[in-house]
């Protein structure tokens, strides 16, 4: 029986995943889940989703890259700062262990890319929770809002890790 217990307190059974990956992504974090609520007035437009959008130097596009670069841009990070979701993926921020303050990206066969990102808040067992910008109830890419979602971890394609290497403020 002691055995049992010794193995079970000694596994991590996922818990280190909930974790934050840095002290630093709790600011992304608590940017992000500030701006659920957001809408669209119009198709990728609004007052909240324009500013979005001007921060990466685009206007009235799809906008959940213009999101997750925003948050990390509000937060004193540099990079990522991009409206394409699928230059968030480099193979240099690719992470294999989910955690709360990454970025986590959704691939749609009919593209052949990365199509949806968004911003992890946190991961327990399989199920991940996130802050996502241009979705809606439903997980949509052409959403209307940002929206806290729940997804299962074998429906995200990618995790990116940009919390190291990229504060710009002290």
Not at 29 to 41: D, L
Not at 50 to 66: E, I, L
């Amino acid at each position: 029986m002691g055995f049992i217990w010794l193995a079970f307190i000694g596994s991590s059974w996922g818990a280190d995943r909930n974790r934050i990956a840095d002290g630093d992504a709790r600011t992304i974090i608590e940017t992000a889940k500030k701006e659920i609520g957001v809408r669209e007035y119009m198709e990728n437009g609004g007052p909240r989703v324009d500013q979005y959008n001007a921060y990466v130097g685009v206007k009235k596009v799809a906008w959940c890259a213009s999101f997750v670069s925003w948050c990390f841009g509000e937060s004193g990070y540099a990079q990522p700062r991009t409206p394409w979701s699928p230059s968030i993926f480099p193979a240099d921020r690719i992470a294999k262990n989910p955690m709360a303050g990454m970025v986590l990206g959704i691939y749609f066969e009919h593209l052949k890319r990365i199509g949806h990102c968004g911003i992890v808040l946190e991961v327990r067992n399989d199920w991940v929770f996130s802050v996502e910008g241009n979705t809606n109830l439903n997980g949509s890419r052409e959403g209307d809002g940002v929206y806290r979602r729940t997804r299962h971890v074998r429906s995200i394609h990618r995790f990116a890790n940009w919390i190291t290497k990229t504060r710009t403020l002290p």
